[in-house]
Each structure stands twice: as structure tokens, then as C-alpha cells.
């Protein structure tokens, strides 16, 4: 028998592919995109730029980024049928269901942008600059609000704001914003983007590869996390309560949504970014509760079980004092990463190899078929 390598059970520190897009510095606290550091493009680049720099290694001239701008504007509207699809959907339907459901229902009207290949480029732009669409037209359904008129005026971010909200925001909440898609736009092989990676290596189509992306980003132990969040500070209710809550909830072996990360060992430098526009926005808004109870619940984490703060525990008290329901903060981080998930996918198809890992059988080998008649009942 053929001798089988030990068992990484969550393939941890397992190293699959090579990849240029995305590094992290788990013991330093760093992130890289293609090279530079989160921090520096946090404070002086876009959405935009980030998302040209992952798809294309390199960070645009003001050319190149007005064209990329022009084409995420002109790439919003959707298929009517998809409109329609979306206006029939339950109005109680969870936003990141009806998000998998529409990528995978427009590759249906685009199969020519998902195909495998460099040229699916075009499938990441249309990706990216459809996804804020799908929520607002969702969520303008579901809460009654007038149809999404079409602004290709708008960045993503303050286009983000305006499909949810139904209004021009603020350069400081457009900002905020900005900065939150970012922070979230990559981080290598987290487990939305390998398994948007493991559907692109079989040389499915791009879509499919997102699709598989978003059902994965869902979960509570990834995207899923910074709702959970806002359900905590809901319960915490008053800063003066962050302690006694954390208290109960370790002693009954919860876990505390937005700490702990299996690749950073001290804190996610998007955590201390958006720490910080958390604060920025509580006291722009005269509102620092969340922010308050963030920072006791972060002393009382770390006092006890030595654990750091992630992206996702300050993100929702910012979108919260936006203006934004709960339940489409973890939307909002798909369509963020989904420049990131296609940059992969790009990256994959270009020196592609079938992943496909092993397993260790511990089952048996050797039992006697027994026909159907005589089996014990
Ligand atoms: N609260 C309480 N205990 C924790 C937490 C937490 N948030 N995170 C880790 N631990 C404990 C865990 O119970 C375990 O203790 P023990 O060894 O005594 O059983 C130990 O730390 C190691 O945990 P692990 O689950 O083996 O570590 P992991 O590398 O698999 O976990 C994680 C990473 C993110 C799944 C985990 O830290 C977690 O569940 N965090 C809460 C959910 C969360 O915030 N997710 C967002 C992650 S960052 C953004 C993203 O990826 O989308």
C-alpha cells in the first residue's frame, strides 16, 4: 500500500499553488496585494485601483482607471429577466442565497464572458460592477423602494450606498465604504477563494467558480461572521454590559464571532483600519456605542483567551451606523472579494492544475455484500 502523508485536517499550513496576488504576514500582521502594502492602499487608493491592480499585477494610470470606472458603470444594469427573477424571489429570502442564485442564473444569459480562459477578464469586470446591483434591486423589492435607476456616475462604493440606501451618500460614508472594500477585496487562500480556485481548476466557467464562492463566503467561520457581530453588540445592548456577556458566552464555550484567524498571530491589520473609521463614523454620527462596546469586548477577548480582533469584527458597527440591515454586511464583503475571486480564478486558468487533494480512509475494506432479503431489519 501506498504510504500517505499525515492528515492537515483544515489543510492548515498546507501550501497548494503558488499565486502573485495576495500575501500575509501572519506573525508581522501584514497583508500585500501584487506587492503593496493593505495599509498604503487603504489610505490613498480606491476600490477601483485595487481591484485593476489584482486583475492586472500592476496599479492603473489615470487612463486606464477612468476606462475601468466607465465600465463598471456601464456593466450595472442587469438582464431583465434577471430583474424579474430577482423581483419573485420570498422578500424574507436571505441576501447571500439570492446572490448565489443570480450569479449562477446570469451566466445563463452570458456564457460567453464566464468562459475558461485570459479572456474571462471581461467576466470579472461584469461580475464585480452587477453585484452591488443584485442586493439593491433585491433589497429595494423586498422593502418596497422605487427600482434602481441606472448611475454610472457613481463609484462603486457610493454606488454600493446608493443601490441599499436610495440615496446620494456623504464623501465620508462613500469613503468608509470605500476603504471596507479594500480591506476585503483579497486574502489568498482563504476558503471562499480556494474553492472558487478548486471550481475553475476542473476548467469550469467563471461564474460557476463565484457561485461556489459565494456559498462558501456565507458561512459563520468566514463572511458570515461580521453579522453575527451586530447580533453580540444587540445583545451586549450598553457598553457597561460587554464584560458580563463575553463572560457567559466563553463559559458556554462560544465562540466570539470576529476574533481569532488561523493565519494572523497577532492582529489582521484590517481590523486596526476599520477600528478606527468605526470611531470616525460613531462620533461623525454622535454615536459611539458599538465602538465602545467593541473595544471592551476586545479587552475582555484578549484578557481571556489571548485572541485578536479580524476584518470582521469592527465592519458592522460601521455599515450599522450607515444605515445598512444586518444581514447585508456579509453581501457587501461578496462584493468586495469577488475582485479577489475572480483575480484567482484568472490566475488559475492561466496555469491550471486539477486540484484534487488526497483523503485517509478509516473505514473498512473487507465486509461481505449482504443481499437486500437478508439484512437484519
Ligand atoms: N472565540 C473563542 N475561541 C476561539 C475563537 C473565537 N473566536 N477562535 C478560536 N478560538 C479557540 C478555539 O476554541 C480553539 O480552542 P481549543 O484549542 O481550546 O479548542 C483555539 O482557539 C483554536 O481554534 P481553531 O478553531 O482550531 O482555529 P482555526 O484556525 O480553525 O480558527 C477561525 C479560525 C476564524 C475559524 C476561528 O478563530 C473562529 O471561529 N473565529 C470566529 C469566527 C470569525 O470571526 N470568523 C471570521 C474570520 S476572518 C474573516 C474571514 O475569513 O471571513
Known amino acids: 500500500m501506498a504510504t500517505i502523508s499525515p492528515v492537515q485536517r483544515g489543510l492548515e499550513d498546507v501550501v497548494a499553488l503558488e499565486s502573485r496576488i495576495c500575501f500575509i504576514d501572519g506573525h508581522e500582521g501584514r497583508l500585500i496585494y501584487q506587492g503593496y502594502d493593505i495599509r498604503e492602499l487603504a489610505a490613498r487608493s480606491t476600490f477601483e485601483e485595487v481591484a485593476y491592480l489584482l486583475w492586472y499585477g500592476r496599479l492603473p494610470t489615470a487612463t486606464q482607471l477612468a476606462e475601468l470606472r466607465a465600465r463598471f458603470g456601464a456593466l450595472r444594469p442587469l438582464p431583465p429577466p434577471v430583474v424579474d ?3 419573485r424571489m420570498p422578500t424574507d429570502a436571505t441576501p447571500m442565497d439570492v446572490l448565489r442564485t443570480t450569479v449562477s442564473a446570469l451566466a445563463l444569459f452570458e456564457p460567453e464572458e464566464g468562459k475558461p480562459g485570459a479572456s474571462s477578464i471581461g467576466g470579472a469586470q461584469r461580475l464585480t460592477a452587477a453585484l452591488p446591483t443584485i442586493l439593491g434591486v433585491f433589497h429595494r423589492h423586498r422593502t418596497g423602494m422605487p427600482d434602481l435607476a441606472p448611475r ?18 456623504t464623501e465620508l460614508d462613500a ?16 476558503a471562499s477563494t480556494f474553492a472558487a480556485r478548486v471550481t475553475a481548476s476542473t476548467l469550469s466557467d467563471l461564474y ?28 451586549i445592548g450598553t457598553p457597561d454590559r460587554a464584560e458580563a456577556v463575553v463572560h ?6 462560544e465562540r466570539i464571532m470576529g476574533f481569532g484567524h488561523r493565519v494572523y498571530k497577532v492582529e489582521d491589520p484590517r481590523a486596526t483600519i476599520l477600528r478606527e473609521w468605526s470611531r470616525r463614523i460613531g462620533e461623525e454620527r454622535g ?19 489571548g485572541l485578536y480582533p479580524n476584518v470582521d469584527l469592527y465592519s458592522g ?7 445598512i440591515p444586518h444581514d447585508l454586511f456579509t453581501p457587501i464583503f461578496a462584493a468586495s472579494r469577488v475582485s479577489g475571486w475572480t483575480a484567482h480564478v484568472l490566475e488559475e486558468y492561466q496555469d491550471l492544475r486539477l486540484i484534487r487533494p488526497t483523503a485517509k480512509y478509516v473505514g473498512p475494506t473487507d465486509l461481505a455484500y449482504v443481499p437486500i432479503q437478508d439484512r437484519p431489519g
Open 317 to 323: 458597527s460601521i455599515y450599522s451606523l450607515l444605515g
Open 85 to 87: 427573477l430577482i423581483r
Open 152 to 169: 454610472p456616475d457613481l463609484s462603486q462604493a457610493a454606488y454600493l450606498l446608493y443601490a441599499l440606501l436610495d440615496r446620494d451618500p
Open 175 to 190: 469613503r468608509a465604504v470605500d476603504v471596507a472594500l479594500i480591506l476585503h477585496a483579497d486574502h489568498e487562500l482563504n
Open 248 to 253: 457567559q458566552k466563553l463559559a458556554q464555550h
Open 287 to 305: 454615536n459611539t456605542a458599538y465602538f465602545e462596546m467593541l473595544r471592551k469586548v476586545e479587552e475582555v477577548v484578549h484578557r481571556e483567551k
Open 208 to 235: 460557476s467558480a463565484v457561485t461556489s464562492a459565494v456559498g462558501t463566503l456565507k458561512g459563520p467561520l468566514h463572511g458570515g461572521a461580521n453579522e453575527r457581530v451586530m447580533e453580540m453588540l444587540d445583545e
